[in-house]
């Protein structure tokens, strides 16, 4: 049988430039006798912010800078860089688990008993495991060479160990995000990804603490409700929950500005725990709250807005401001100190005068019990910050 040759393809063009430039044809798609024109391209200059992996980066990136390099060299277009801002997100690592077989058995036994016989540590499949803790039926229905598996357990559970490394399907460490979704939602899983970690930064992925991020959604929707009915008050808010409120409008505006998701996430965390602790429920406070985290758990920001009785979309609503006034403090907890050891703390006015702070540390009835009717040799007060006498 003869064998069918075909030409050796030596254009790279395609694949090298094509793809190195694309950004460039996106300002003007439509003309058909150049790549770019020269207006639409002064126009629209170089790209915001482009987001790409780290491996990403080491390819494709470092050739579309040449090739704007070179066609700005040509005058063709106006900037010698491709991209404004650009942001290298870090790898999501993967979290594998490992049975432990007896040798020359097909007995597994426990994580913390394995020292106690001679094992071979398997990899197991990361979605047959909860929070280290083996699901023993699937387990078997995974692999025809475990469908008999006996195991050693300890308090009646087989605990599977652990280890940080690459997501690869060798190592059976790859998470489904379809499984996550079914079991938590999209919104949890959104958000967990976020609290990972800083978004340039490698990070593990571990199952273990998602849990934790679905029980903060959760406390979030019990402000909402009461029982199974939704109960929100048109109440004017306190200065603590408008504290509360604008201590975060402040801090996520920052974080999203900056790509500081995993601490935008520990911030909702806080509020959500500082208004439940006030029995907080006031649409005053919590419609703010709800547009806020809107660009991290959209699906659960919507649904609350329309129970709120917005009729829109909460994307069309405007980002919250701002009101510095409401983060002022009002007062101030000072540590009081004996000879340098802190006994305890006093809460005065803010912006109270050296003397008067002074005065009112040495007439607390606790710092008479502690003095013990000895004078005073010297007392040390920084305003805003502590006090400490010296007997």
């Not at 254009?11 to 439509?30: C, I, K, Q, V």
């Not at 609290?195 to 679905?214: A, M, R, Y």
């Not at 006031?282 to 920001?301: C, D, G, S, T």
Request: with cysteine; glycine share 6%.
């Amino acid at each position: 049988m003869e064998t069918k040759k075909y030409p050796l393809e030596l254009n790279t063009m395609p694949g090298f430039a094509g793809s190195s430039a694309y950004y460039l044809r996106y300002e003007d798609p439509h003309n058909d006798k150049a790549l770019v024109g020269k207006e639409a391209n002064d126009y629209w200059g170089n790209v915001d912010l482009y987001l790409g992996g780290t491996e990403h980066a080491t390819g494709h990136l470092i050739y579309s800078r040449f090739w704007n390099k070179f066609l700005f060299d040509l005058g063709i277009i106006s900037k010698d860089e491709p991209f404004q801002k650009l942001i290298n997100q870090g790898m999501i690592q993967g979290r594998s688990n490992f049975v432990y077989r007896i040798k020359e058995t097909n007995t597994f036994v426990s994580y913390n008993l394995k020292d106690q016989y001679d094992v071979t540590p398997i990899h197991v499949d990361v979605n047959i495991v909860s929070n280290d803790i083996l699901d023993i039926e699937k387990f078997r229905n995974w692999s025809p060479d475990y469908k008999n598996a006996e195991f050693i357990l300890e308090n009646g559970k087989y605990v599977c160990g652990w280890a940080v490394e690459k997501m690869s399907k060798s190592m059976y460490n790859v998470v489904n995000p379809d499984d996550i979704v079914e079991k938590y939602g999209a919104d949890t899983l959104r958000l967990y990804e976020m609290f990972l970690g800083p978004l340039e930064q490698s990070k593990p992925w571990d199952t273990n603490g998602i849990d934790g991020v679905h029980r903060f959604l959760k406390k979030l929707w019990g402000l909402f409700s009461k029982g199974e009915e939704i109960s929100v008050s048109d109440d004017e808010p306190t200065a603590e929950e408008l504290k509360s409120l604008h201590k975060l409008i402040k801090k996520i505006t920052y974080d999203i500005e900056n790509f500081s998701f995993n601490t935008s996430v520990a911030a909702f965390m806080i509020c959500v725990n500082e208004l439940t602790a006030l029995k907080c429920n006031k649409k005053a406070i919590l419609e703010p709250f709800v547009i806020l985290i809107a660009p991290y758990a959209p699906h659960i920001a919507e649904e609350l807005y329309q129970m709120l009785g917005n009729n829109s979309s909460v994307y069309n609503a405007g980002w919250p401001l701002l009101n510095e006034e409401y983060l002022k403090e009002n007062s101030v907890k000072y540590p009081i100190s004996f000879n340098g050891k802190v006994r305890f703390t006093l809460e005065l006015p803010a912006g109270m005068p050296k003397e008067a702070v002074e005065k009112a540390a040495l007439e607390n009835e606790q710092t008479v019990k502690t003095m013990e009717g000895k004078a005073a040799k010297k007392i040390i007060v920084v305003p805003g910050k502590i006090v400490n006498i010296v007997f």
